[in-house]
Nanobody, 127 residues
Framework: QLQLVESGGGLVQPGGSLRLSCVASGFTLDYYAIGWFRQAPGKEREGVSC????????NYADSVNGRFTISRDNAKKTVYLQMNSLKPEDTAVYYC????????????????????WGQGTQVTVSS
């Protein structure tokens, strides 16, 4: 059974950092592009970042570019989202998602492209 489990969320002060993890089970991560999405209260879910199968291509939303870094360790079946310089507007439930693809060097930062989703982890940025 294919499963994604996020962890690493929590409460952090503005300017602080968190590292989210997305652990895959039931499938070989190597064949999947991975995306991170978030949904704030009262807002639609939005794409935050994605990483290609190879890890050589990444995309970021303008709102997080330069502050967040996505990476993957296929041997550990884990994708990370390092979040620095956090702002109150980063408060949301963060989800990771996976899509099988034959393309090794591209990812799409859009919900429609992803088939499998984790349950989410809450990130709250507040003083």
């Amino acid at each position: 059974q294919l499963q994604l489990v996020e962890s690493g969320g929590g409460l952090v002060q503005p300017g602080g950092s968190l590292r989210l993890s997305c652990v895959a089970s039931g499938f070989t991560l190597d064949y999947y592009a991975i995306g991170w999405f978030r949904q704030a209260p009262g807002k639609e879910r939005e794409g935050v970042s994605c990483i290609s199968r190879s890890g050589g291509s990444t995309n970021y939303a303008d709102s997080v570019n330069g502050r967040f870094t996505i990476s993957r360790d296929n041997a550990k079946k884990t994708v990370y989202l390092q979040m620095n310089s956090l702002k109150p507007e980063d408060t949301a439930v963060y989800y990771c998602a996976a899509t099988a693809t034959t393309v090794q060097t591209m990812c799409v930062n859009e919900e429609y492209a992803y088939n499998y989703w984790g349950q989410g982890t809450q990130v709250t940025v507040s003083s």
